[in-house]
């Protein structure tokens, strides 16, 4: 098993270009998040899906839209970068049960905006 | 709990001593608080969670302790080795709930 896995790893952006932060997992899991970490902070949640088909807005929503595309892939697009999204975004999944607290995460995508 | 910015609360300990990491949280209605370790270049990884009625949960050289009272988590390491070099993070979840909420973070450094 893969688990969590994210491409690209690194990516420079300039200011209003748009991309999309992929994310997959193979365990069969029902929720999926996307999270960013800006330098030597926590975790903060931008969008997640409770399970296929839905979506939910996190913490920090502004400037991103997500699609969760099947069970197995769930991306996040930045349609106008801006230089307050230089961070690292993580994803991660988990299986549906509310009670059940281990998140799996990605290795992270590191985007610059410049 | 909210972030204060570029400098992450730190915590250094001499190798085989014990570490004590504390975290305050807010919310009355969270049922179960958890630990993550963050390695460098990393992502998180869950360590241990402790349901809100419970006060103390034991796992694998480490111990979470809950005391509602005060709103105060802390996770203890016994025998701290320098695999343990981390950033550990707290978070809460309410009931129900299928999203945590993630503490500031406190960076442990490993004498040797």
């Known amino acids: 098993n893969a688990g969590v896995t994210q491409t690209p790893k690194f990516q420079v952006l300039k200011t209003g270009q748009s991309m999309t932060l992929q994310c997959a997992q193979d365990m069969n899991h029902n929720s999926m998040y996307w999270y960013r970490q800006d330098p030597g902070m926590g975790l903060r949640l931008i969008y997640y899906s409770a399970s296929e088909g839905t979506t939910d807005k996190g913490e920090v929503p502004n400037g991103y839209n997500v699609s969760r595309l099947n069970k197995r892939e769930f991306s996040l697009r930045l349609e106008s970068a801006a230089p307050s999204q230089t961070s690292v975004y993580f994803c991660a999944s988990k299986p549906g049960q509310s009670s059940y607290n281990e998140q799996f995460f990605g290795p992270g995508t590191r985007l610059t905006v410049l | 709990g909210e972030s204060v910015g570029l400098h992450l609360p730190t915590l250094s300990v001499q190798e085989g001593d014990n570490s004590i990491i504390n975290c305050a949280y807010s919310?009355?209605?969270?049922?179960?608080f958890i630990w993550y370790k963050q390695e460098s270049g990393k992502g998180p990884q869950f360590i241990i969670d402790i349901r809100s009625n419970m006060d103390k949960r034991q796992g694998q050289r480490v111990t979470v302790l809950l005391n509602k009272t005060v709103k105060h988590l802390s996770l203890q390491i016994a025998a701290t080795q320098p695999g343990d070099s981390a950033v550990y993070f707290c978070a809460e979840k309410t009931q129900g709930a299928q999203k945590l909420v993630f503490g500031q973070g406190t960076r442990l450094t490993i004498n040797p």
């Open positions: 919310n009355s209605a969270s049922d179960y």
